[in-house]
């Protein structure tokens, strides 16, 4: 069981550069989300989703964009990277339907460290 | 808006100590509190999560206590090990979304 499969683990990007950030799950969990890790900011929340198709903003938004095609995969993409986007990037999943043991306990990602010149 | 503190920032403590760390926030109308244990360069693992309806909960030499009125939870680990130095973070939910808010964490460090 994998659980939170987060690629790549590393990247470098110069300014402007777009990429997307790959996150998947195998528990088929409901519920996903990005975080980014901060010196001295801690762990903010990007965006979110509920379920496949449904996607929401968090506390730190702006400069990223998400979408949930399926329930196992939710892609963070960069628009036009800047050095402020600098950061480690986590992605997290729970359940959150009823029944059995486990419910809303949140399984991270190893992360991305990325860099942004 | 919800704030979470975590004190002390680090604690250096001798092999076979117990001891407490501790987390508040501002907000006493949480969903969950979750403890989270996270490994330099490494991702975050969950340790325990206490829901709002409980008062603790326990994992092997690992206990967290909740208290929702005065804002407050503890992590309390026994026999403390030199594998347990790590950054232990605290995380509440606040209504049924599952944003969590982080606390800074509390970087442990167990001397052998």
């Known amino acids: 069981n994998a659980g939170v499969t987060q690629t790549p683990k590393f990247q470098v990007l110069k300014t402007g550069q777009s990429m997307t950030l790959q996150c998947a799950q195998d528990m088929n969990h409901e519920y996903m989300s990005w975080y980014r890790q901060d010196p001295g900011m801690g762990l903010r929340l990007i965006h979110y989703s509920v379920g496949a198709g449904i996607t929401d903003q968090g506390e730190v938004p702006n400069g990223y964009n998400v979408s949930r095609s399926t329930t196992e995969d939710f892609p963070l993409r960069l628009l036009s990277a800047a050095p402020s986007q600098t950061s480690v990037y986590f992605c997290?999943?729970?359940?959150?339907?009823?029944?059995?043991?486990?419910?809303?306990?949140?399984?991270f990602g190893a992360g991305t460290r990325l860099s942004v010149l | 808006k919800q704030e979470v503190t975590q004190i002390p920032a680090a604690l250096s403590v001798p092999e076979g100590e117990n001891l407490v760390l501790n987390c508040s926030f501002t907000?006493?109308?949480?969903?969950?509190l979750q403890w989270f244990r996270q490994d330099p360069g490494k991702g975050l693992t969950s340790l325990l999560l206490i829901q709002s309806s409980q008062r603790e909960q326990t994992s092997g030499r690992l206990n967290a206590s909740l208290d929702k009125s005065s804002g407050r939870s503890t992590l309390y680990i026994a026999a403390s090990q030199p594998g347990d130095s790590a950054t232990y973070l605290c995380a509440v939910v606040t209504g049924n979304t599952g944003k969590l808010i982080f606390g800074q964490g509390t970087t442990l460090q167990v001397k052998p």
């Open positions: 997290a999943s729970k359940r959150t339907g009823s029944g059995g043991a486990g419910k809303n306990i949140q399984y």
């Open positions: 907000d006493s109308a949480i969903y969950n």
